[in-house]
């Protein structure tokens, strides 16, 4: 078959298709890495946090079982919901 200009694989015949072989040419965009994981990586900051957050589950458990503010409940229960959620968070990122 003379003339006739056949690429190579599937992959290079669908990325010319749509016009995408310019970006498979491009590298690799960094990671993104949050503010908290840098947190993580440094131990004091780590153990700073890790003990402010759970003074503050502690607070939050004593005004949920004082009952007081019945209003209040559930904002409380969904911020020791978010504050046990970290925690189990920071447990794995500390393990890796």
Do not use: W
Not at 34 to 42: A, C, G, T, V, Y
Not at 76 to 84: D, E, I, Q, R
């Amino acid at each position: 078959m003379k003339g006739c200009n056949y690429l190579g694989s599937r992959k290079e015949r669908f990325l010319q298709m749509f016009g995408l072989e310019e970006q498979k040419k491009k590298k690799p965009s960094k990671e993104f890495v949050f503010e908290l994981e840098n947190d993580f990586k440094n131990g004091k900051k780590c153990r700073e946090l890790k003990l402010r957050i759970e003074s503050r589950v502690q607070k939050i458990k004593e005004v949920l079982r004082s009952g007081e503010e019945k209003e209040e409940f559930d904002r409380f229960g969904v911020l020791l919901h978010g504050y046990t959620a970290l925690v189990k968070v920071m447990a794995r990122f500390s393990a890796k």
